[in-house]
């Protein structure tokens, strides 16, 4: 029976070329890593001798934040092709809302647009660029979204080691304090996922056909 990699099974080494990342067993490691033939991958996955696995900074925040900003591009497009074919000014789109007291469609790119950025000046402690909250048409919201594209690309996992132990002061009048890793984790992830996730709401509920595929990349 060939040999197979279980829940149950320990990891308890990595052989690591440049090619590729094995995980063995220590009692088989040789028939383990001919098994085991990983694609090339940043060193941003690290399986410790513990058998326990941790991820980068770096991993949880540019490449995350990244694909939901890929979500938003095509929401754009889609909304743009919706309003064509159906007649209807774009405007009212970006002005939709689910709620009276929610942020409308505008209000959701921005915030999105925030938490990524400030995320990375908050963890490196450097300025993020500002931006002035008057985007009104899909245009000005994809503009917006490639400036912050542009920003988040000048971050290298270089610039983020070390950070998961930054400490820092939540944003608001709460004067909670996180370490950088639970920060990510526990706040900005959650936030930025959530405006991306209302902004998919915002424009089902227009009648725009987005699913769920769009959301996922």
């Not at 197979?4 to 070329?17: E, G, H, L, Q, W």
């Not at 983020?160 to 920060?183: A, F, M, N």
Request: with cysteine.
């Amino acid at each position: 029976m060939p040999w197979a990699f279980t829940a149950s099974t320990c990891i308890s080494a990595v052989v690591k070329d440049e090619a590729s990342i094995h995980l063995c067993e220590v009692e088989d490691r040789p028939r383990a890593a001919g098994i085991f033939d990983l694609l090339p991958r940043p060193n941003h996955l690290k399986i410790l001798e513990t058998g326990h696995m941790s991820i980068s900074i770096y991993r949880l925040t540019v490449p995350m934040f990244q694909r939901g900003i890929a979500s938003l591009k095509t929401y754009l497009d889609k909304a743009e092709a919706y309003a064509r074919e159906k007649n209807i000014d774009p405007a009212i789109l970006v002005a939709a809302r689910l709620a009276p007291d929610m942020l409308p469609l505008s209000g959701q790119y921005q915030r999105a647009s925030d938490t990524a950025k400030f995320a990375l000046a908050r963890l490196t402690a450097t300025d993020a660029p500002r931006f002035e909250d008057n985007e009104t048409t899909l245009d000005a919201l994809r503009e917006r979204l490639a400036k912050t594209e542009a920003y988040l690309a000048g971050f290298s996992a270089q610039a983020l080691e070390g950070t998961e132990t930054r400490q820092i002061t939540l944003p608001g009048k709460s004067g909670i304090v996180l370490p950088g890793d639970e920060y990510i984790a526990t706040f900005a992830l959650p936030n930025f996922y959530f405006h991306v996730a209302t902004a998919h709401a915002i424009l089902r509920n227009q009648g725009a056909p987005i699913g769920k595929r769009d959301y996922l990349g």
